[in-house]
C-alpha cells in the first residue's frame, strides 16, 4: 500500500507538470568557423551555462539546439587550441548563430592547455540545475582530476582532495584501493558517513545495513569528483556526510581508439599498471581499463595486489536519447601487518608483530542508464543497478595489541557477502510562473539487499585461507551466522522559486520507507578459570525493524554580480543503525544491543566566486547537530557467566553505543590565487597559483547519560585543518608543493589522553598533531608524459588512525619518505 500511495503521488506530480512542457519551443543552430581560414571547427563545444549541458559541432563545424523556450542565452564556445568564446544569445523564433574562434599562435605547451581548461572548468562547477539533478543553494566541490599534479597513480587521498575543505583522512598503504574519509566530527572509517556512488550509483557495501566502501576508483579513470555536503541528504540519501559521485572518464568523441597506457613504479617495490581504450564510432561510444596494483608496503607483513577492469558504453539513439551500461570488476588481496601500542610505535613504527592477518576483497558492479530529454525544459532519467561482492577477512585478533600471535591458535574468520540491486527514477522540468522562472525534480529510488555475515574460527595455517573451521574448533567463542534482507523506498523533490533573476529559493523533502531484518544465530560459549568450556549454547537472534520518515530542507541563493554567489541550506539527516555492528564480536570494543538511529541536521552558509581571474574563493560556516550521535567511550568489559548474569572481565574496551547529543560547527575556507595576471607573465608559458584550505571546526557532547561525557569535544574534530600549497609551471613542466597540518583529534567520547609508554592496546587515546608536505612534478612532450614526486618529503613519522577492528586493532602507522615515477603514452586513430 505504501509503495502505491508513493508511486500515485510521482504520477500525479508528473502530469502536474506536463502542461508546462508544450510551452513554445525554437531551435538555435549555426556553424562555429575557423576566424582566419573561414573552414569548420569541428567537436567545438558548445556550453549553456545557464542548462549546464554541452553541446558539439559536428564535421562540417554545424551545431543545433531544440526545444529552447523564448529567453536569452549565455553560451561559451570553446575547442583546445582556440581562444574561448561567449555570447549571450536571445532567442525568440527559430534562430541562426554563426561563431568564429580564433586559432592559437603556436604548439600549445602543457601549461597552455592546463589555462584553458581551467577557464571552462570555471564554468563547470556544479550549477543551479545539471541534467536531472538540483545543486541550487547546496555546499559542493567539484575535483577536476585531469588538472592535478599528483601521485594518483596510487589514489593519493591527501593529494587528491587537497581542496575540499575540512576532510579528515585515514591514511593506508595500500595503494589507495580503499578511501577512508570524513570530516565535521564525522568517523573516516571506509567513508561509511558519505554516500558513495560511482556514475550517480550506490557502490557502497549496503546502504543501509553496511555502508561501507571497499572499492574505490582509480583516480587515473577519473574525469571528475562530486562532493556536495549534507544537503545532499534530500537527492541521494540520509547521510550526514553528503554524497562523494565519481564519475568517470567518458568515450572520447574525436577518434574511434585512443590507447593510453600509464605504468608506474616506487618505493617498497610499488608497481602499477593502467592502460584503457576510448572512442567513438557514429552513435557508439566506449570506455574500457583495466589497473594492476602490487606492493610490500613500509612494514613487513603488508603485501597487496589487486585488479580491476571497467568497461563503459552509450549508445545515441538520437540527439535527444541515450542508452549507457557500464560494468566494474575489482579483486585485491592484502596482508595487514596488524596494529601497535603506542610505545612500539615510537620504539619503531615500520614493526609487525601479526604474519597471519589477510583481507580479501571482490567487487562486482553493474549499471544501466536511461536518459531522454522531451525537450530544452523537460528532462527525464532511468537507472538500475547492481552489486555482487565479498568481503573475507581472517587473522589474530586480540585486545593486547603487543601479545604475540599464537601460531598453534584458530585465527578470526568473518566473511561478508552482499547482493544487492536498485533503481533509481528522475523527472526535471523548466516552467514559469508568472514571468519568473522555476524548476522542478521529482524523484523515486527503490533499493532491496540481501547480506550475509558468517563468524568464526578460521584455520591456524599463516597463508590466505579464509576456510571456516568450526568442526576442528567447536568451542571458538566468536561464531554466528546471520542473514540480513533489507527494502527501501523513498520519494523525493526539490523545487527552485527564482524571486528575482539573480534570487532564489529551493525547498526539498525525502520521504523514506526502511525495512531491516535480522534472520541467524549466535554462539555463546562460557569457560572456567582453566580456559575450559563449560558451557556451549546456541541461540536464534531474529529482528525486523520498520520506520518510515519525512526529511525537509531549504537553501537559498543569491547573485549580487555574475561571479559572486551568497549560499545557504537547512536540511535534515538520519543514518539507521544496523544489525551487522550488533551482531559481529570484536575483541576490542562491545556493542549495546540496544543501538539505536541516528538523526539531525545540517546547515551551510556561505560566499562563493572570483575576482576577475585572479582570484577564487569560497568563505562559509556549518553546524552539524547529531541526536543520539554513535560513538565510542572507555569501559570495564562485561560478559555473561554460566548463570546468565554480568560480570567484569578486568579489561578495559571501547564500548560502542548512542553517547548523546552532540553539536559540531566551524568556519571553512578555500582560497587560490592566480598570480600570473599580477606578475605580468604570459599564461600560454607561466602558471603559478597559491592556495589556502583552512577548516576551524568547534564541537561538543551537550546531552549525555554516559558519565564523564557531558561537555567532552566530539571525536575526530581536529580543531585546524590547514592544507595549503602551490600550483606551478613553465611551458611543458607542471608542479605542486603541499603542506597538510591537522591539530590533535580525540578517538572516542572519553576524550581519553594518549600514554606513549601504553604497550597494550593502542587503541585508547587521541591521535597528535601530525604534518606532511607533498611534492609531485610532470611533464609532457607530444604523446608522452613523465610523472614523479616524493610524498612526506620530511619523512615525518605520525599516524591518523586507531583500528578498533580491522586492518588493527591499534595504531595503525602512515607512510614515512617514498617516491613515484609514472610513464604514460597515448595513441590515437
Known sequence: ????????????????????????????????????TNTPVEAAEIYDNDAGKSYRSNSEGFFEINGLPPGTYTLYFFKLGYAVQHKAVIVEGDTALNVKLKKLS??????????????????????????????????????????????????????????????????????????????RGLDPNRSSNFNIRQNSYDISADVLGYPESYYTPPAEALNEIQIIRGAASLQYGTQFGGLINFVMKKPNPDKKILLSS??????????????????????????????????????????????NLYFYTNYKLNDRTQFSFDLTYLDYLAQQAGGLTDSQFYQDPTYSNRSRNWFKVDWKLASLRFEHKFSYQSR????????????KSVGFRTNRVSQQDDLNAPRDLIVGNFNNWGSEVRFLNRYTIGDKNAVFLIGTKYYQSRNTAVQGPGTTSSTADFTLAEDQFPHYPNQSDFVFPNKN?????????????????????????????????????????????????????????????????????????????????????YRSVTFNDIRIINPSFQVDPNISDESGFTADFGIRGRIEESLSYDLGGYGLLYNDRLGEVLRPETRKNADGDLEETGRVVRFRGNIG??????????????????????????????????????????????????HNKVEFTPYLNLKSGLRFGYKNILGSL??????????????????????????????PAYDVLDLSLSWTYRMLKVESGINNVMDNYYFTRRATGYPGPGIIPSAPCSWYITLQLKLGI
Open 661 to 710: 547529543q552532540a553539536f559540531m560547527y566551524g568556519l571553512e575556507s578555500l582560497i587560490e590565487w592566480n598570480t600570473i595576471p599580477t606578475l605580468g607573465l604570459d599564461a600560454n608559458d607561466f602558471k603559478l597559483n597559491v592556495f589556502l584550505n583552512t577548516a576551524i571546526t568547534q564541537s561538543e557532547y551537550f546531552g549525555s547519560e554516559i558519565p564523564g561525557v557531558e
Open 1 to 36: 500500500m505504501m509503495k502505491l500511495k508513493a508511486c500515485s503521488f510521482l504520477l500525479f506530480l508528473l502530469l502536474w507538470q506536463l502542461p508546462s512542457i508544450a510551452d513554445a519551443q525554437h531551435t538555435l543552430s549555426g556553424y562555429v568557423l575557423n576566424k582566419h
Open 489 to 573: 523506498l523513498a520519494v523525493f523533490g526539490e523545487h527552485i522559486f527564482y524571486l528575482k533573476d539573480n534570487l532564489s529559493i529551493t525547498p526539498g523533502f525525502r520521504f523514506e520507507y526502511i525495512k531491516t531484518k535480522s534472520e541467524g544465530i549466535f554462539k555463546r560459549i562460557n569457560f572456567d578459570l582453566a580456559g575450559n568450556p563449560i558451557q556451549n549454547q546456541t541461540f536464534e537472534d531474529n529482528r525486523t525493524f520498520e520506520r518510515n520518515f519525512i526529511l525537509l530542507g531549504i537553501g537559498f541563493s543569491y547573485l549580487p554580480t555574475e561571479t559572486t554567489e551568497l549560499y545557504g541550506n537547512v536540511s535534515q539527516n
Open 380 to 391: 527525464l532519467s532511468i537507472l538500475a543497478y547492481g552489486l555482487d561482492a565479498s568481503r
Open 106 to 183: 603556436g604548439e600549445l605547451t602543457e601549461v597552455a592547455v592546463i589555462d584553458q581548461r581551467n577557464k571552462i572548468f570555471q564554468l563547470k562547477r556544479l550549477r543551479e540545475v545539471e541534467g536531472t539533478s538540483i545543486y541550487a543553494g547546496k555546499k559542493n566541490e567539484v575535483i577536476s582530476v585531469d588538472q592535478i599534479v599528483a601521485n594518483t597513480a596510487a589514489n593519493n587521498a591527501r593529494q587528491i582532495y587537497s581542496q575540499v575543505s575540512g576532510l579528515n583522512i585515514y591514511e593506508s598503504n595500500d595503494a589507495g584501493l580503499q578511501l577512508n574519509i570524513g570530516g
Open 262 to 307: 600509464r605504468e608506474s613504479i616506487g618505493s617498497n617495490n610499488l608497481i602499477t599498471s593502467f592502460n584503457s581504450l576510448s572512442g567513438t564510432s557514429g552513435r557508439v561510444g566506449y570506455y574500457g581499463y583495466f589497473n594492476f596494483k602490487k606492493g610490500d608496503g613500509f612494514r613487513p607483513n603488508s603485501g597487496f595486489e589487486s585488479n
Open 738 to 767: 603541499q603542506y597538510t597540518y591537522l591539530s590533535r583529534q580525540y578517538t572516542d567520547a572519553s576524550n581519553a589522553q594518549q600514554n606513549k609508554r601504553d604497550n597494550q592496546s593502542g587503541i585508547r587515546g587521541e591521535i
